[in-house]
């Protein structure tokens, strides 16, 4: 399966900035996906990055807010904007593995938002 | 509704058995996933079952699945202090996407 690394593994972030974290996957993947762990809950999609085209955002979810980049197929980035505490979350990203294999994830990282 | 359903938590005694349930919605699902959250860490695949099967078994692991009753469950066997963590189960959607619908996670605890 794939291994992917992901940062920043956490940060404390002011409120109204901005985070972009990086995952790197060492093999091409088609689609990444990015998900949101609120405290003490289960995983959200965000949205889906495909390269070379526009991400796919899951209800709730906007390109606005969370600007997504993925200029090739190793590699995505996911901003969250103008942060507020309600951002305060672990943010994972995750690549299919091949056929019936579950997703990879990355180690996640832990946004707080004072 | 879209939720998958699994109890907050679990406390065993080290040896003992595990045992953790989830309530999936979706009858048409095709496979059945079993991940582990350590804390500060991302999630880890520990195991995966068709939606044609009823039991499989690797290892510490055992999966139960009942399709009619849309259950699943996890046994861990001779359970160990380092299995503490989050327990989620997943249902992939078979709508030709990749969707994951994940479970509320159960926590679990070994005493030792």
């Known amino acids: 399966s794939a291994v992917i690394s992901q940062k920043p593994s956490r940060d404390i972030c002011q409120r109204g900035t901005s985070l972009t974290i990086q995952c790197q996957v060492d093999s091409q993947v088609t689609m990444m996906f990015w998900y949101r762990q609120q405290p003490g809950q289960s995983l959200t999609l965000i949205a889906t990055?495909?390269?070379?085209?526009?991400?796919?955002?899951e209800s709730g979810f906007v390109i606005d807010k969370f600007p997504i980049s993925r200029p090739n197929l190793t590699f995505s980035t996911l901003t969250v904007s103008n942060m507020s505490p309600e951002d305060s979350s672990i943010y994972l990203c995750?690549?299919?593995?091949?056929?019936?294999?579950?997703?990879?994830f990355g180690s996640g990282t832990r946004l707080t938002v004072v | 509704g879209e939720d998958v359903e699994q109890s907050l938590f679990l406390s065993v005694r080290e040896g003992d058995s595990s045992v953790i349930n989830c309530t999936y919605t979706?009858?048409?699902?095709?496979?059945l996933y079993w991940y582990k959250q350590e804390p500060g860490a991302g999630l880890q695949l520990l195991t995966y079952?068709?939606?044609?099967?009823d039991m499989k078994q690797d290892q510490r692991l055992t999966v139960l699945l009942n399709k009619k009753d849309k259950h699943l469950s996890l046994r861990i066997a001779d359970t160990q202090t380092g299995d503490s963590a989050i327990y989620f189960c997943a249902e992939r959607r078979a709508s030709g996407t990749y969707k994951y619908i994940f479970g509320t996670g159960t926590r679990l605890k070994v005493l030792a």
């Open positions: 995750s690549v299919p593995g091949a056929g019936w294999y579950g997703y990879t």
């Open positions: 979706d009858s048409s699902s095709t496979y």
């Open positions: 990055a495909n390269q070379g085209s526009e991400a796919t955002y």
């Open positions: 079952i068709f939606s044609n099967m």
